[in-house]
């Protein structure tokens, strides 16, 4: 069984500041992939970044960086220098397509508060 | 403009009664998926679908039925035997290839359904 566990269920900021969002995953696939995406007051899931279990590198993309490491199994999520309008709820997320798991399990979410 | 759409936007359901969300894609996207959001919570898959013509149960599908006549389309109807229906309900759509780190899913907008 696959399980994807996000144990910040709130973190508030200041504008400007750093902030680390953590991610931690199951499964017994030994190729998996796992997601990260953006749910705004509006609710639509907005995709942020893929990772496959085969490339450890870390990407940085802007203001959004991602820390992969599959010896802790976590996939952790950076945004320096927070804006408000990174306001939102973040979800990790998993899949294991090659075993038939197509869909993703999700977590259970971090909501993002930055204040001005 | 290439996306997903979801209709209605809100919905309301009477007691004993079914309903039934909307979901259209011109991505052309083969695979589709119904997940279900509480509030608080991640996302829990009800039901997807590989192809026209076939899908699958997810975790959640008691009280859940749909149909996969035409590519594009990949209807949800919330049936009476769902006896706590009140959710909100997020679509999705991804391709499929044989190169299955290329399968990102991309989501709509949401359904938000009450009871009445």
């Known amino acids: 069984a696959q399980k994807v566990t996000q144990a910040q269920t709130e973190i508030s900021v200041v504008e400007k500041e750093d902030v680390t969002l953590d991610c931690v995953y199951e499964?017994?696939?030994?190729?998996?992939?796992l997601f990260w995406y953006k749910q705004p007051p509006s609710g639509e899931l907005v995709f942020l970044i893929r990772?496959?279990?085969?490339?450890?590198q870390n990407e940085i993309s802007g203001r959004y960086s991602w820390n992969f490491q599959k010896s802790t199994s976590s996939f952790n999520f950076t945004i320096t220098a927070s804006q408000v309008v990174d306001s939102a709820v973040y979800f990790c997320?998993?899949?294991?397509?090659?075993?038939?798991?197509?869909?993703?399990?999700f977590g259970s979410g971090t909501r993002l508060q930055v204040q001005p | 403009d290439g996306g997903i759409t979801q209709s209605p936007k809100y919905l309301f359901r009477k007691e004993g009664q079914n309903v039934t969300l909307s979901c259209e894609q011109n991505?052309?996207?083969?695979?589709m998926y119904w997940y279900r959001q509480d509030p608080g919570q991640g996302l829990r898959l009800i039901y997807y679908?590989?192809?026209?013509?076939?899908?699958q149960k997810g975790d959640i599908a008691e009280g859940y039925s749909v149909s996969r006549e035409k590519k594009e389309s990949f209807p949800l109807t919330v049936t009476s035997a769902q006896k706590n229906p009140t959710a909100f309900y997020l679509c999705?759509?991804?391709?499929?290839?044989?190169?299955?780190?290329?399968?990102?899913?991309?989501f709509g907008p949401g359904t938000r359904l009450l009871v009445l």
């Open positions: 999705a759509s991804s391709p499929t290839s044989r190169e299955a780190f290329l399968e990102t899913q991309y």
């Open positions: 499964t017994r696939d030994t190729t998996y992939y």
């Open positions: 990772r496959n279990s085969f490339d450890e």
């Open positions: 997320a998993l899949s294991s397509p090659d075993t038939g798991r197509r869909a993703l399990t």
């Open positions: 991505l052309n996207h083969d695979a």
């Open positions: 679908s590989q192809i026209v013509n076939d899908f």
